[in-house]
């Protein structure tokens, strides 16, 4: 058992930051008259490589130089490693791989045509240690200037032409397609430009009325307060009842009115404590970046691994305290000083003593919520709802001290909460390594063996609840052994029943009730369900060529790898059978995913709210598309276009209501047909 374990935290944290242990920086060196070097040195930490730019195909990341936009200028040659170049067999890659330990410098000569240059570009790199493996990252750079030659030969001005790309108002985001109904279609450059003709205008003439904002951060406040009744039932803040008691039964002294106005005070002060913590997640990480939060790998492994991390805490494998300095300084000045600031410290007393069990579940909260798809005040509305959930039990003891002396200081009840909390934690860790493995295609946690990982962490769970398994924690009596109470047997059942539920899953079955956490069914190695229903296309011109050929409507369904409401409508309105008859029969189905972190094969820039933004990767592209033609930014987005791009009906986002999505297919149909 290991005590004041705030240092572990810090140590796990580290551990996590291996993701981050490799850092660049560019330079730039005049070598020439008409040439400039672009040089970057990179610092990799012990234990970490950087792969070097001649790595056979199927291996790792190679270093590679790439433009987003140049004029003026143009690449001479290819991208050059520096010295200190290693090369071994990868056990791994099963091949030989080359690679830099400490100092990795790579150097890419850029040649000026024009008096005038700007070339922006980037460099990617891969790079690992013997555990892990950073994702493809890159490095961005510009050469810049106006002191390049006079004059330009014709030849290369006309290469450097052929070279530029067009201006983000006059390219169509067409990548370039290979089959031969896209082609067909691509023939047509105007008609192919009018599929991203923004049509917000004509969708609000429908009437949308699908907007969920102000219903999800009600969802999200529920989110918030259902932590916060949890967390009341955690060993860690049980115990804090009688402190409060005290400690107001000291301050009333038979002052009615001042005891009152104690108490809402109090309240106010766990209220304020832990909306603070939401504003401020919000601060530093910023509305955009905390929707990154949904699929980036970094953030997704991060919490998978803390979430680990609490379960085996909660589990009994060791515990998570914060230094009792830390706790006792705090008491301690609440109980020297007068006034509303000590009301504030006993509030800040409570957060602090509390932390060790309501830091995973306000971690998995602010996860959730972030990563809802929902706007910049997520994580201060949920951490509204979990303070106010908190504060309401606490300002009746301190409202009502006297009568709660006796208060329990619970039982072995309390330790089976905390053990049934790890394995939940345990169970959404692996929901958020899901997440990264689907966006980044890594194929490490496909259905199948999701499911196999809740049916056995379940499954433990009702052995647990039985009596069956013990944990580190658990006291049993020699004499009289353990007995399952009634409360704990009924949960156990349920627990016993969800994992049997799960177990035909294996083999295909929908499993409708974990389809918000479990990866799609495309992932499915073994199927023998036969009722499917899977986008006909994945590309947007792809598809739009397609219908125009066959002469059928579209629904375009925008949707993401870690869109929770994506798989649930998938499941749950999807597979009936008049909705599938409608998706299958009557639409060609085109499903673009927002958070594809597949490269495209050139960066794009486009012109967006007055500001150049880069689309790097498919679901860039389609997250652009989503923004610039219909006006929405959340998912699921459904929507309904005939040949030519425009809307015939409204758009549709989450909502299980069956027959109302019958009748939005319907009616998308008959104003088609018309």
Known sequence: MFKRIFSFVLLAIAAVAAFAQVDFSVSYKRVSPTEIDVVFTGKAAPGWHVYGTNIPDGGPTPASFNIDSAKGARLKGALKGGPGIKSSMDPIFEME????????????????????????????????????????TSIDCQVKGTDGPAAVAPAAEKEEKAETPAPADETPLVAADTTAAAVAAAADTVAVNSLW????????????????????????????????????????????????????????????????RDAITYGVSIVIIYVALGLIITTVFGASALNDLSTNAFFNILFFLMLVVFAASFLGGFEITLPSSWTSSVDSKAEA????????????????????????????????????????????IGMLGFAIALAIPFT??????????????????????KVCLGLLELAFAFKFLSVADLAYGWGILDREPFL???????????????????????????????????????????????????????????????????????????????????????????????????HKPVMVDFTGFGCVNCRKMEMAVWHDSKVRDYLTKDYVLISLYVDDKTPLPETIV???????????????????????????????????????GMPIGPSRSYDEDIDAYVDFLKAGLEAYRK
């Not at 500001?611 to 929507?639: C, E, H, I, M």
């Open 97 to 136: 791989v080359s690679y830099y330990e400490g100092t990795a410098v790579f150097t890419q000569r850029v040649e000026l045509t024009e008096k005038n240059y700007d070339l922006q570009g980037y460099l990617k790199f891969g790079a690992c240690n013997d555990e892990n493996c950073l994702p493809p």
């Open 197 to 260: 003709t923004p049509v917000i205008n004509e969708l609000n003439a429908f009437g949308n009325e699908n907007d969920t904002a102000g219903k999800s951060l009600w969802v999200i406040f529920g989110l918030g307060f259902l932590g916060g009744l949890i967390a009341l039932l955690t060993p860690c803040v049980w115990p804090i009842i009688p402190m409060t008691v005290s400690f107001f039964l000291k301050r009333a002294k038979g002052d009615r009115s001042k005891g009152i």
């Open 337 to 380: 000083t007068t006034g509303l600031l000590s009301i504030f410290l006993m509030a800040f007393t409570l957060s602090l003593v509390s932390f060790s069990c309501t830091g995973p579940i306000i971690g998995f909260l602010l996860v959730e919520v972030s990563t809802s798809g929902g706007t910049s005040l997520a994580p201060t």
């Open 396 to 417: 009746l003891f301190a409202l009502f001290p006297s009568m709660l002396k006796k208060t329990s200081r619970g039982g072995a009840w309390m330790n089976q909460v």
């Open 452 to 550: 196999c990982l809740w049916i056995v962490i379940f499954a433990t769970m009702a052995f647990y609840l039985f009596g069956w398994i013990r944990f580190p924690h658990d006291e049993v009596d020699p004499d009289e052994g353990y007995k399952t109470s009634v409360p704990a047997y009924f949960i156990g059942m349920a627990s016993l029943a969800f994992a049997i539920y799960m177990v035909p899953g294996l083999w295909g079955a929908p499993c409708k009730a974990v389809s918000a956490f479990s990866p799609p069914k495309t992932t499915q190695d073994f199927d023998l369900d036969v009722v499917k229903v899977e986008p006909m296309f994945l590309d947007y011109e792809q598809g739009m060529a397609y219908a125009r050929a066959n």
């Open 606 to 644: 486009v012109e967006e709210n007055g500001q150049s933004v880069k689309l790097r990767t498919v679901g860039d592209r389609w997250s652009y598309l989503q923004r610039s033609k219909f006006g929405a930014n959340a998912q699921p987005f459904y929507v309904l276009l005939d040949n030519d």
